[in-house]
């Protein structure tokens, strides 16, 4: 029996603060995936968020949801957790930024080292693009190629060059690829469906010679949650290989989630080159790329690649992403992400089932990265993605939001389970998938 439906969350503020904001950024967003557009609400807007804590998010006007967002990726831990705070709150009272280098950068990467082995020399930088941007370049540098190949529907951020069939952001605006990219940039970005080998061998023997670089999520989240069918990730490193071109695992959003060393980790594959993010800064700015000694060698000042940051290995970063891991990289933990990710896994499907949508759904998830596509499934690239029902979701999402539970506002994302939930919100949430079913 469907619930009868919730009041309305009244939202009299954040509408106010959006219309405000929306004369200021485009879209009243400072990041397109922010905006409500593609769940049908551009007009009434997103929330505003007044806090978070722990599984919670609170907005302005006193609403509270339990958080699948998690800010699209970061906080594993859940909101604000107290030693992240405390790590950061006595980092500042020190200094916020000298552009001198500290021991914390050392301190992180040793940890980061020890999660990823593959990154035997690794640079901080502030983001996520700026890590692909980067590891890139030095593919470039190092290889003397020009040519980089990607998946159709993978996204390393927001730069030229990997703004080609570039998944989520760009796919929920219709938009697949942005203009203001040169094309001469773009010819050079050669792409390919996610979980098709056939397709790389015949890409790279098309471009004998020219390929720089491989460029993966290994398990896809910004196309929603995709997995790499068995053997894909395998036969990428051996094709890279053969072509004497370098794998690179974008792990910004997989790294010390899917395992403490990432996607590298659960399937046993060690890259040439690593990008991290996300988690990685504990919530705050911050990203990493490495690998083999012998490439990072190439950048400057040791080698001809130029790369700098201001900001890069900022020590507010350093500090929260420390008090992060040193919380985070444990057994016990990975096992919850599993345990509580397999739980609301199981609960989706059965209130999916139980308002009769159990045939229109697919759930792909790997740990704690999960995706509810309306879609027959299965849901194994980016094509399979795309035919998914956008409309059917916004319902849903509009639904679960009513009922307290706020979900990635577009189907082409991947919402993500945090060492906050527990079995209060799971609870929560198996009555508001049951209501939202209902009402899709
Ligand atoms: C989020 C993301 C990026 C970009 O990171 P930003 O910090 O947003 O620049 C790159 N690659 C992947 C796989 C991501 O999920």
Request: hydrophobic letters at 40%; one cysteine or more.
């Amino acid at each position: 029996m469907p619930k009868p439906r919730a009041k309305e969350p009244s939202m009299t503020r954040s509408r106010k603060a959006y219309q405000e904001a929306r004369k200021l950024f485009p879209g009243g967003v400072n990041s397109p995936v922010r905006s409500w557009r593609s769940v049908g609400l551009l007009d009434s807007g997103p929330f505003f968020v007044l806090r978070g804590k722990g599984a919670y998010l609170v907005d302005l006007d006193g609403n509270r949801y339990v958080d699948f967002v998690g800010s699209w990726g970061p906080l594993i831990l859940g909101h604000n957790p107290g030693k992240v705070v405390a790590a950061i709150r006595k980092q500042a009272a020190r200094g916020s930024s000298y552009g001198c280098p500290t021991e914390l950068e050392t301190r992180l990467a040793r940890r980061v080292q020890k999660a990823m082995p593959a990154m035997e020399m690794l640079r901080f930088v502030s983001s996520g693009s700026e890590a692909t941007s980067h590891a890139l370049r030095v593919a470039r540098g190092f290889t003397g190629r020009e040519k980089i190949l990607k998946f159709e529907g993978c996204y390393h951020g927001a730069h030229d060059a990997v703004l080609v069939k570039a998944g989520s952001g760009a796919a929920t605006f219709g938009v697949p690829d942005s203009a203001g990219v040169p094309e001469g940039v773009a010819k050079n970005t050669l792409t390919v469906p996610y979980n098709d080998l056939a397709a790389v061998r015949e890409a790279l023997a098309a471009n004998k010679g020219q390929v720089a670089a491989l460029i993966v999520e290994p398990v896809v989240g910004n196309s929603g949650t995709l997995l790499p069918e068995p053997g894909f990730l395998e036969g990428l490193a051996d094709a890279a290989k053969q072509a004497g071109a370098l794998l690179i695992f974008d792990e910004v959003m997989t790294g010390f989630r899917l395992a403490p060393g990432g996607a590298q980790e659960r399937y046993g594959i060690r890259p040439d080159l690593v990008t991290c993010g996300k988690i990685l800064g504990g919530g705050l700015p911050c990203g990493a790329y490495g690998g083999r000694r012998e490439i990072m060698e190439k950048v400057a000042p040791l080698g001809p690649v130029y790369q700098a940051g201001t900001l890069s290995g900022n020590p507010l970063a350093m500090a929260a992403g420390l008090a992060t891991l040193e919380l985070l990289l444990k057994k016990e933990n990975y096992k919850q992400l599993e345990a509580t990710g397999a739980e609301i896994e199981r609960i989706l499907r059965e209130a999916a089932a139980a308002a009769g949508h159990g045939k229109n759904v697919c759930i792909n998830r790997a740990g704690s990265m999960f995706t509810v596509f309306f879609h027959a499934g299965p849901v194994r690239n980016f094509d399979d993605a795309k035919a998914s029902d956008s409309a059917a979701f916004g319902r849903f999402f509009q639904g679960l939001l009513k009922h307290g539970v706020y979900f990635p506002p577009s189907q082409f994302e991947a919402a993500f389970v945090n060492l906050a939930m527990g079995p209060k919100e799971l609870k929560l949430v198996a009555r508001a998938a049951r209501a939202a079913f209902a009402e899709v």
